[in-house]
């Protein structure tokens, strides 16, 4: 029969598909093209071009987002789409859903990458987008959702193959993710301040940050191993006894260990060794998985020297097993001591987002492409050249990354025989990178070089082929009886779901419950005081800028952090934090004890030319700051949507906050005139300064090391 006379329902909807690996492969060498360009930049500080629209802090977060969500997530929709009606026997729930879902995220990603150029941003990695897109996302995602269930509801079959196990986990798990992490007040269409502050907000954030790269950059990659490994190797999985103690125990141990991400910081100590331990336990599941995948291809080791698919599915679990060893032994404080706030932080994502995450993708787009255009491969050369250009890239820029972070702690901790600080000038630690940052370009480079044979080996492969959709198979005897408790509940959907979402939000529950009743450690109302109007507009200005991509606001709870900048932080000074900014990565120094530290005038240079103040520095100039009016139509609205967050600002400051903001301002517009230069009151640069010399000041400026006035930005 040909598949022109075949009932609807008998033909498999392989344009959703198609659809996404477009999309997956297209954003993603725009990404790519984007993470060049902040690698340069990083090399060479011209790169930023003076623009505020493509400054590193503004194009980071869009190079991160466009590999999460664009690469990553149109990758996981292609891979899901294609083996859910296989699995499932039957068509998509849904063609009208399906198109919605394509185009709604495709959408999304566009209205992403605008408004984060355009500094509309949450300030919260891998979560910046502002409320309009995040509630667009929630609408897209149950959509999706709905088609799937709708999909798995109606199938053909009673058994759920492990992969759906992995795709549901995942589905409900980031809609959760999603919800609680965006919650917050809206002060504009562009504008929102999040329900929790400081220490309760960084716990929530990398609780979503950590299981974002959990659930959505590991578990439906798994998924997708699951079904194209066996697929393509055509024998099945090794064990599936494995594969179900791979799943309950990675979705159940995965959510707890958020809080790695916040060692020696101002978060709870029962909270981070609760992160610790259960990152260490993480390592049994990951590398059961890993096991499994490779033990599937036991049998094919002989054509791997021929197949490109095979090679890119031996490069994703090698990485897998990486990443998934590195990262829980980076959790280890001893071992986070040196590592965190570095460029090691920098390799370990990557080994698992382009060594994991892209070489699931590829191996997957070369399988499936020459199954969507009922051809051959165009060229399997090319698609091997692909394999060892991308390899050597990111074994350079893994390796250069490695090394820069590990010289980066080192130098950091380096102390004299006196027990000063050895490199107590911040720069002399950047500089000595740049020729490591160099490396990092051209494997980085090379990894995009080999996106680029992809897509034209697809596009290629599409030209000489056309598009086919699979036809439904056969189902065969599909009322096998359950052996087993665990064989009963992959009948019903429902229970199996259920009982993921069990899994995965005790651990949630478990640490915010005490994390969020617990008391900060001093009485915030007699020694915190919330930000003025211009202060407040100076952090967002600077949470615009993107500035917490280079700059923590942490100093951590160990000596020689504290040589370097002051009194560790405490849990007290971020109570009026709406987001918080902890940041998690030091181009630059710590921010959080600046204030005081430099005069009003030292700012103003530093943001017009940071090499005026700071010879070798590598940040970008900010003469749009100096150009700029401040746009202060909003300011009433967000004082008042923080003191319904329990901000307590009077109500007198609310109705009127141009006279403290007029007055404050003026007081530095006076003392930058003293010192000879002459700016307008309304100026945003005014307000950067305001902000940043707010900084740390709750805690006595006597207290800080004389050492620490020596250290340079």
Request: include cysteine.
């Amino acid at each position: 029969m040909s598949q022109t006379t075949l009932n609807h329902e008998q033909i498999y909807d392989d344009r959703a598909a198609r659809l996404f690996l477009w999309a997956t492969l297209i954003w993603g060498i725009i990404g790519m093209t984007v993470g060049a360009l902040a690698a340069l930049q990083l090399a060479f500080w011209p790169a930023n071009g003076g623009i505020s629209y493509i400054t590193f802090g503004r194009i980071r977060p869009i190079h991160t987002d466009a590999m999460i969500f664009a690469f990553a997530g149109n990758s996981i929709f292609a891979g899901m789409y294609y083996s859910l009606q296989r699995l499932c026997k039957r068509r998509l729930f849904s063609d009208m859903l399906t198109s919605i879902h394509f185009w709604g995220w495709q959408a999304i990603i566009l209205a992403t990458a605008v408004t984060l150029a355009l500094g509309i941003t949450q300030g919260k990695e891998y979560a910046e987008m502002e409320w309009p897109i995040d509630l667009a996302i929630a609408v897209v995602w149950v959509i999706m959702a709905v088609n799937v269930f709708g999909t798995i509801a109606l199938r053909k079959v009673e058994h759920l193959y492990v992969a759906i196990w992995f795709y549901l986990a995942s589905i409900i798990t980031i809609a959760m993710l999603h919800i609680v992490n965006n919650l917050a007040i809206p002060v504009g269409m562009f504008k929102s301040y999040s329900l929790f502050a400081g220490v309760q907000d960084a716990l929530v954030q990398w609780w979503y940050g950590h299981n974002a790269v959990g659930f959505l950059l590991t578990t439906p990659f798994l998924g997708i191993m699951y079904y194209f490994i066996p697929k393509a190797v055509d024998r099945p999985v090794y064990s599936y006894r494995l594969s179900i103690l791979h799943f309950w125990a990675l979705i159940f141990v995965y959510i707890w260990a958020g809080p790695h991400h916040l060692l020696y910081t101002s978060l709870p100590e029962w909270a981070q060794s609760v992160g610790m331990v259960f990152s260490l336990v993480l390592i049994a599941p990951s590398w059961g998985g890993m096991i499994n995948g490779l033990l599937t291809m036991r049998s094919s080791w002989d054509k791997i020297r021929e197949e490109p698919v095979l090679k890119f599915y031996v490069m994703a679990l090698t990485f897998y097993g990486m990443a998934t060893l590195e990262g829980p032994l980076l959790s280890i404080k001893s071992l986070n001591l040196l590592s965190h706030y570095t460029d090691w932080t920098i390799a370990h994502v990557h080994g698992g987002a382009l060594g994991w995450v892209g070489g699931m993708v590829f191996g997957m787009v070369y399988w499936l492409a020459p199954k969507l255009w009922g051809t051959e491969l165009y060229s399997k050369k090319l698609a091997n050249t692909h394999f060892w250009v991308a390899t050597i890239g990111l074994l350079l820029y893994v390796t250069s990354m490695w090394t820069a972070g590990i010289t980066q702690g080192l130098m950091w901790m380096s102390t004299t025989e006196e027990g000063l600080l050895k490199y107590p000038n911040f720069l002399e630690t950047v500089l000595a990178l740049i020729p490591l940052y160099w490396i990092r370009l051209i494997g980085g480079s090379m990894y995009l070089a080999g996106a680029v044979l992809c897509l034209y080996n697809v596009f290629k492969t599409a030209q000489q082929g056309q598009a086919v959709d699979g036809k439904v198979e056969d189902t065969g005897d599909r009322h096998v009886k359950p052996r087993t408790l665990h064989e009963r509940l992959e009948g019903k959907a429902f229970h199996l779901t259920a009982a993921a979402f069990i899994a995965v939000i005790i651990g949630g529950v478990v640490e915010f419950i005490p994390a969020f009743m617990m008391e900060t450690k001093a009485p915030v109302s007699t020694v915190v005081t919330p930000y003025t109007p211009l202060e407040l507009h100076g952090r967002d200005i600077y949470i615009r800028e993107g500035c917490y991509n280079c700059h923590s606001q942490m100093v951590r709870t160990f000596q020689k952090e504290e040589l370097r900048y002051g009194p560790h932080s405490e849990d007290y000074e971020f109570v009026y934090d709406h987001n918080f900014q902890w940041g998690s990565k030091r181009t630059g120094p710590d921010l959080h004890r600046v204030g005081g530290k430099y005069p009003d005038l030292w700012h103003y240079r530093h943001m017009l030319d940071p090499r005026s103040t700071s010879p070798g520095s590598i940040m970008p100039a900010y003469p749009w700051l100096i150009e700029d009016d401040a746009d202060l139509e909003l300011l009433s609205v967000k004082l008042d949507a923080l003191r319904k967050l329990g901000v307590p600002y009077e109500k007198a400051v609310i109705a009127n906050p141009m006279s403290s903001y007029e007055a404050q301002a003026k007081e530095i517009v006076d003392r930058l005139a003293a010192d000879g230069v002459t700016v307008d009151e309304r100026k945003e640069i005014v307000a950067m300064i305001a902000y940043l010399q707010k900084l740390g000041t709750e805690r006595g400026k006597d207290e800080r090391p004389d050492q620490n006035n020596t250290a340079e930005r």
